[in-house]
């Protein structure tokens, strides 16, 4: 069985005095996507053990009881310990994976960027040819990572990732490291967006794949599934 490799974040700063980390839903749509698909995960961190999860806006017991697909995999025990001892990037071989997912929530912004072991392994699928995905904060893993030969990963690509409309309507920009849609163009992203923000939106670009928001995290999902049969169709060929 195929296996795709899912990040998840070990940040969990305050902002506006609530804790925040991985949006929840954004994980588990896109792991309900590949799992129905037939495809088995692996869930990691930049440090591994305890993800945390973003309680800013609702509470955990009220993201799984207002989401079915939050309720399917929060009622998994394995799904369960798998948040509660997340395993650690670097401990994994890039050739054990087909596929990569940096799922988002506002702690991305804090550890992807500085992970260097998480910078590496996304730097080994990329020059092994695998395909990276991420959604809306979890983007921001792709703005420094390098290729072979040191050029940024995102520059001339088109993608996409949590603009700075929607962190404004969020009401975290000013408490941010940085903002990721500047940063995407700053490392010359063709960055794009919706201009009705909290819509979905999904940019494939060759093995690039990214969603806008947590909206987008199917989305992603469905394109990953669709590019790895792809894959498998033309090696049958």
Excluded at 36 to 47: C, E, N, Q, V, W
Excluded at 79 to 107: I, P, Q
Aim: hydrophobic letters at 40%.
């Amino acid at each position: 069985m195929e296996k795709i490799l899912l990040i998840a974040t070990n940040a969990c700063p305050l902002l506006h005095g609530k804790p925040t980390g991985l949006w929840l839903s954004e994980l588990t749509h896109f792991a309900a996507v590949v799992v129905d698909a037939g495809y088995a995960y692996d869930l990691a961190s930049p440090r591994g053990g305890k993800i945390p999860i973003d309680e800013r806006r609702k509470s955990v017991q009220g993201q799984v009881a207002s989401d079915p697909v939050n309720a399917r995999f929060m009622a998994d025990p394995a799904f369960t310990a798998k948040l509660a001892n997340s395993l650690t990037v670097s401990d994994l071989r890039a050739e054990d994976y087909v596929a990569l997912y940096l799922s988002g929530g506002h702690g991305t912004m804090f550890d992807f960027r500085s992970s260097e072991p998480l910078q590496r392994m996304i730097s080994q699928l990329w020059t092994g040819g695998k395909l990276l995905s991420g959604v809306c904060h979890g983007v921001s893993g792709f703005v420094d990572s390098v290729g072979a030969g040191g050029e940024p990963l995102v520059r001339g690509k088109r993608v996409t990732g949590f603009s700075n409309f929607e962190d404004t309507l969020d009401g975290s920009r000013r408490e941010l490291p940085f903002l990721l849609e500047d940063a995407l163009k700053a490392n010359g992203a063709d960055y794009r967006k919706n201009w009705l923000p909290f819509t979905s939106r999904v940019e494939t670009d060759g093995s690039l794949i990214t969603g806008q928001n947590p909206q987008s995290a199917r989305g992603v999902g469905e394109a990953v599934v669709l590019s790895l049969a792809s894959r498998r169709a033309r090696a049958a060929n």
